[in-house]
């Protein structure tokens, strides 16, 4: 299958360190995809894995391990604006960049 | 930002009637599709399009049709509309690489009575 899962909520504090997993099973792979969406709002990437190891955009890194199907988002220094729903994503094995989205983490960020 | 426009934004409709959702891309990208996002579910692909005239099914495409007569133009037809079919509908564009993003639209909110 092509099944992507991820925590369904996942709460921290203003400044805090907060990492979102994702784990996956498919017999092929294409690729790690993280997206935000705010409430009300249209899906934004964030960041893509090809191979293994950590990819860094400022705040947000993401991270994958093909060996072990798993990958996670690590967002530091959280801002209250960082609230809001997480999606891992991957690529489908026919190509045209069909992604395959997890069913999101909801990231609620308190002061 | 990537230049999508859905219409409409809202619409609420009547078990049996068919609706049209309409997607418009100003970046003239060659990918286009079809998700429709449910609480539990994420997204789910409905159908892309991989050029003017070439569709496909995605994971959830029953009950649904699409056509793509102009680059820019994409659109999502629900010909008999039904409840199971109330969700918000996402369409997206891509260049058709997994290491490049999908831009997606501001989604479009249908209701089924």
């Known amino acids: 299958g092509q099944s992507l899962e991820q925590p369904s909520e996942v709460t921290a504090v203003e400044g805090a360190i907060v990492q979102i997993n994702c784990t996956y099973q498919?017999?092929?792979?294409?690729?790690l995809s993280w997206y935000q969406q705010h409430d009300g709002g249209a899906p934004t990437f964030l960041s893509y894995?090809?191979?293994?190891g950590l990819e860094e955009t400022g705040r947000f890194s993401s991270f994958l391990s093909r060996s072990d199907s798993y990958g996670y988002l690590l967002l530091q220094e959280l801002q209250m604006k960082d609230s809001a729903s997480y999606f891992c994503a991957r690529g489908a094995n026919t190509g045209f960049q069909k992604l395959v989205f997890g069913t999101g983490t909801r990231l609620l960020v308190s002061p | 930002d990537a230049g999508i426009t859905q219409s409409p934004r809202h619409k609420v409709t009547e078990t049996g009637t068919p609706v049209t959702l309409r997607c418009h891309q100003t970046e003239n990208h060659r990918y286009m599709y079809w998700y429709r996002q449910d609480p539990g579910h994420g997204l789910r692909l409905i159908h892309y399009?991989?050029?003017?005239?070439?569709?496909d099914k995605g994971e959830v495409s029953d009950g649904y049709s699409v056509s793509r007569s102009k680059t820019e133009d994409f659109l999502l037809t629900l010909e008999s509309a039904t409840s199971s079919q109330t969700s918000v509908y996402f369409c997206a564009i891509g260049k058709g690489n997994d290491n490049s993003p999908l831009h997606f639209g501001n989604g479009t909110r249908l209701t089924v009575t």
């Open positions: 399009s991989y050029g003017v005239k070439d569709t």
């Open positions: 498919t017999s092929g792979f294409y690729g």
């Open positions: 894995n090809a191979l293994d």
